[in-house]
């Protein structure tokens, strides 16, 4: 079945990027997207990319999309403690309906 | 933006009693609601998909006559843990998608801890 992988943890400086990675199989994903969750709130969208596109920029965040890989990224530009949070990774597909496939998330702890 | 509400946030209960779990989008009306369960280090696992007025579709290995999910409107979906046991505390989050398309983007509620003694 469908699976989405990224790693756990991440620890930056405040000011430094950011690069959470994420990994997908289904090859049919059509839509993927970048989830905020932050201590007793729900997710927010952040972000999400058409799979026929292989960058997509907005204010700080850039991400990018590596469709042969099935690999996608998250970049943070001047990371601020403002941005500590766990983010998931998550794909849907025309074929599964709306039904999104989420990653373990990763909590990134951001150092002042 | 939209917002989507659970209640309550917490709950404790006995084993073996029943416990409903209410999700509502409260300024839209969602067409679809998810209902997911996440696990603490691990990725929210799809439990069912519920369309307004009609049965919801249960993910493979998720006991729907355990999960007991009903969404009589569209801005109300509930969840029923019945016969609850501790194997069944978890973080239990609800989602509700406004449109007819892949960019309209589902909103989350903040979700429910349920702990069974």
């Known amino acids: 079945g469908e699976d989405v992988e990224q790693s756990l943890f991440l620890s930056v400086r405040e000011g430094d990027s950011s690069v959470i990675n994420c990994t997908y199989t289904d090859s049919s994903s059509t839509y993927l997207y970048w989830y905020k969750q932050e201590p007793g709130a729900g997710l927010q969208l952040l972000t999400y990319i058409f799979s026929n596109m292989d960058m997509k920029q907005d204010q700080r965040l850039t991400v990018l999309l590596n469709k042969k890989d099935k690999h996608l990224s998250l970049r943070i530009a001047d990371t601020q403690t403002g941005d500590s949070a766990i983010y998931f990774c998550a794909e849907s597909s025309n074929t599964g309906g709306f039904k999104t496939i989420f990653g373990a998330g990763t909590r990134l702890f951001v150092k002042a | 933006g939209a917002v989507v509400s659970q209640h309550p946030s917490r709950v404790i209960c006995k084993s073996g009693t029943s416990v409903k779990i209410e999700c509502r989008s409260l300024?839209?009306?969602?067409?679809?609601m998810f209902w997911y369960r996440q696990f603490p280090k691990q990725s929210l696992m799809l439990m069912a998909t519920s369309n307004e007025g009609s049965k919801a579709t249960y993910e493979q290995g998720v006991e729907k006559d355990k999960f007991l999910i009903n969404h009589a409107s569209l801005t109300l979906s509930t969840l029923t843990v019945t016969s609850a046991h501790p194997e069944d505390s978890s973080f239990y989050i609800c989602?509700?998608?406004?449109?007819?398309?892949?960019?309209?983007?589902?909103?989350f509620g903040p979700g429910t801890r349920l702990t069974v003694l």
């Open positions: 989602s509700a998608h406004a449109g007819g398309d892949h960019t309209d983007t589902q909103y």
């Open positions: 300024d839209f009306q969602a067409t679809t």
